[in-house]
């Protein structure tokens, strides 16, 4: 390497092995957007970066391109109007195998150090990322830059952080001495190396391209694979930076840059399948629907596959000491990027004989009332409420929220469509309560976006029961509760743990469930359907790298 990496960042390094092992708040990236952390200039500096890129080719010099692509549209209202060079499936892999052969030998120390340098200047550039991020996704400024930014740099250097630890497990050269009685002992030298798996695929989504993007491509590219970064159509430009910057470190650092390529492609193509089903592709990461991750598991055989799928998550409410800071944190859960989360919120399940308060006993039309009020008043300055809600990323959910409105369930609260400040052309839409019974199948399945169904049940047992069968049936990524009772609350914590999902209890403050800080939140489980991984711990690097041994006699 003409640069050690690994020394310049080996302190930030061991400071997020400790990190993840104490499981406390740490981050080496503020997430506050300011000049006296960023600069002055960063700001505008990285608004300026976005506007530079609109209407040209991206500046991605990639062998092998047979022509462009780009069609991307921000969800506030303007065409991006941003080519990126288009590189056959089979050219890329051959290239990603190619720069493979120099970048295995490398070794763990050179892996990690390029990493933690990329990250490094990722986070120098969180204003221009955030910037690509808002107007991909939709995002409002301020979520896209701490979810886009320094949140999904947290995650990058977690993946990072755990295959570091895992890789520094293994010995190098050890001295084995095994004695034989009398007879001198059998000595014999072993050389242990860590090995990668190979090319690694990571396939974006299209609303958090880079913090669901990011644990993947980091634990892949410390543990010595290639990787190619897919983009989803809609969202190319944020990981596109990405990579652009990550092969800048490479080439620093005098490895070939096609150790991370980008696999840019058109909306209706199929370069998604014919990379997944490439036999050099040995490392898949995927965020998306169900069925998508469904078809990769069961066909890309001969790759180690994560994935990140849909789920229906619940919220149990059984009695509460102040309903309304309640009903406060929910509404701003159900309105936040307008639903568009994995996390958020979907079925609020309440006994229909209603809960009790410190203030009294609350019917169910009473608390779904209070419910739709939260959000009444938490959008009702459009000003105020767009930088809650962002807009939405696809015309799709639009659809869904008429297809919700189709089920004929009484209406708590419509929605609404609001104008935009900044920009008039933005889909903005304020959060549809439902009123649902329980054991109605039509909200059995995801509902992505800003819908919300508040369910009659007939008890918090019942609650409890319905949430742990639709977990292990849909999965759950969030599972939230409200209870003043702490057996109840010991319930539900088992039934979680049972089901395989992710408890918040009685969120009232300034944490939502839709949240989940690196560190210390893992974010998805592994144990239900909706994801068969965890963001991050050990077994989501453990398997990218393998270890092949030596031995001779000493």
């Known amino acids: 390497m003409s640069t050690d990496f690994f020394s310049s960042h080996q302190a930030v390094l061991e400071q997020a092995v400790a990190a993840a092992a104490a499981r406390g708040y740490w981050s080496p990236f503020s997430e506050s957007p300011s000049p006296r952390i960023y600069g002055e200039t960063a700001n505008d500096d990285g608004r300026a970066a976005f506007e530079a890129y609109r209407g040209h080719d991206f500046p991605l010099d990639l062998d092998g391109a047979s022509g462009k692509t780009g069609a991307e549209v921000s969800p506030f209202g303007f065409d991006l109007n941003i080519s990126y060079p288009q590189v056959p499936a089979p050219a890329l892999t051959a290239q990603s195998q190619q720069a493979l052969e120099s970048w295995r030998e490398a070794g763990p120390r050179a892996w990690v150090g390029v990493a933690l340098e990329i990250l490094k200047r990722l986070n120098q550039r969180s204003f221009e990322i ?29 993946a990072v952080a755990y295959a570091w630890q895992e890789m520094a497990r293994i010995p190098g050269l050890v001295s084995w001495e095994k004695p034989q009685g009398k007879h001198d002992p059998i000595r014999m030298q072993k050389q242990f190396t860590v090995v990668p798996r190979g090319v690694g695929l990571v396939i974006g989504c299209s609303t958090f391209p880079t913090w669901n993007g990011y644990p993947g491509l980091f634990a892949s590219l410390a543990t010595g694979n290639t990787v190619i970064v897919k983009p989803h159509p809609a969202a190319i430009l944020p990981l596109a930076i990405t990579v652009n910057i990550g092969r800048e470190v490479l080439a620093e650092a005098g490895f070939d840059p096609n150790v991370l390529l980008l696999a840019a492609h058109g909306a209706q193509d199929d370069t998604a399948q014919a990379l997944a089903l490439d036999p050099a592709v040995k490392l898949i990461d995927f965020t998306g629907s169900s069925a998508n991750g469904n078809w990769l598991e ?15 998550n619940a919220v149990i409410i059984d009695s509460a000491d102040d309903f309304k800071s309640v009903a406060r944190n929910l509404a701003f859960s159900f309105a936040l990027y307008s639903g568009q989360m994995c996390t958020a919120p979907q079925n609020i399940y309440v006994p229909r004989g209603g809960i009790e308060t410190a203030d009294g006993h609350l019917s169910f039309d009473e608390v ?49 469509s609001l104008p935009h400040p900044q920009f008039e052309q933005a889909r903005v839409q304020t959060p549809l309560l439902l009123k649902a019974e329980a054991g109605d199948p039509q909200i059995a399945r995801e509902w992505f976006g800003p819908i919300v169904f508040v369910v009659a049940t007939d008890s918090t047992a019942d609650s409890i029961g319905l949430m742990q069968r639709s977990v292990a049936l849909h999965g759950a990524l969030s599972l939230s509760a409200y209870t003043t009772d702490k057996a109840i609350a010991g319930q539900v914590q088992k039934a979680a743990e049972r089901a395989g999902v992710s408890l918040s209890l009685n969120l009232t403050g300034g944490v939502f469930v839709n949240q ?20 991050s711990d050990s077994a989501y690097v453990a398997n990218r790298f393998r270890v092949v041994q030596t031995r001779w006699h000493a």
């Open 130 to 158: 955030a910037y690509a991020v808002q107007h991909t996704t939709g995002q409002g400024f301020m979520m896209a830059f701490q979810a886009g930014g320094p949140h999904a740099q947290d995650r990058g250097l977690e």
């Open 298 to 312: 069961s066909n890309a055989r001969q790759a180690q596959v994560y994935t990140e799928k849909a789920g229906v």
């Open 368 to 416: 779904a009332q209070g419910l739709a009020a939260a959000v009444e008043k938490l959008t009702a300055d459009p000003a105020k409420a767009v930088e809650v809600t962002g807009a939405v990323q696809n015309s799709a959910t639009l659809q869904r929220i008429q297809d919700a409105r189709a089920l004929g369930l009484p209406v708590l609260c419509e929605s609404r």
């Open 516 to 535: 989940t800080a690196a560190f210390s939140d893992f974010h998805g489980t592994g144990a239900n359907p909706s994801a068969n991984a965890a963001l």
